[in-house]
């Protein structure tokens, strides 16, 4: 009979109202690979209690031989997978996705393209990906069976087992449809119509 021990530390980074997190890490085999993925808006998992992005994560980072992941968002607010509170500018959430991609041995991009249309989406994976640009070469995304759909999230039912992709920073930047006018943000536009005299 073999019996088999595995310690997973974590450690969550926060800012000091807990409205946002910077940063999820989950270690195993420290010795190992290390892997940072970039998403979109991070959940409440922090210690013990994770949501199903974050299992995925685990799930195909042990599969893929990595003995940690770093967990990023391109917008840090909790809970806010509509983009109603995403900010322009976030200077310490920037710092922790630089941070944890140069600490990395291999960067997932990730995000998803559910909010691709979004003008805040748009300006915010520029910044981000501008920001990983000396870091190009370890610079990956997740796609289908195919390969031919890029930038992923691990939560679409194409990716349960990961697939990994190399492209071009370039290609992973975000190309605006010019058919439609970005929206500014997720929330829904509300016209207030005048009562008539």
């Known amino acids: 009979m073999n019996t088999i021990k595995t310690i997973l530390t974590t450690e969550a980074v926060f800012n000091d109202e807990q409205t946002k997190r910077y940063l999820l890490k989950k270690t195993w085999q420290p010795e190992l690979p290390k892997l940072t993925i970039c998403m979109l808006a991070?959940?409440?998992a922090a210690g013990i209690e994770l949501d199903s992005t974050t299992s995925l994560v685990l799930n195909n980072a042990s599969a893929l031989g990595f003995g940690s992941v770093s967990i990023v968002n391109l917008f840090a607010t909790l809970g806010d997978f509509l983009l109603i509170e995403a900010e322009t500018e976030d200077p310490e959430n920037l710092k922790a996705i630089v941070d944890a991609a140069a600490s990395a041995d291999v960067v997932i991009y990730a995000p998803g393209v559910g909010k691709a249309k979004l003008q805040v989406?748009?300006?915010r994976s520029r910044q981000v990906l501008e920001a990983l640009?000396?870091?190009q070469k370890k610079l990956k995304c997740l796609t289908n069976a195919s390969g031919k759909a890029k930038l992923l999230h691990p939560l679409c039912p194409a990716v349960r087992t990961?697939?990994?992709?190399?492209l071009?920073?370039?290609e992973l930047l975000p190309t605006p449809?010019?058919?439609s006018t970005p929206k500014k943000?997720?929330?829904p536009m509300v016209v207030k119509k005048e009562a008539s005299e």
């Open 177 to 179: 449809d010019p058919k």
């Open 42 to 44: 991070p959940s409440i």
């Open 168 to 170: 071009p920073l370039e």
């Open 185 to 187: 943000k997720g929330r």
């Open 162 to 166: 990961w697939r990994i992709l190399e």
């Open 121 to 123: 989406f748009q300006d």
């Open 133 to 135: 640009r000396p870091f």
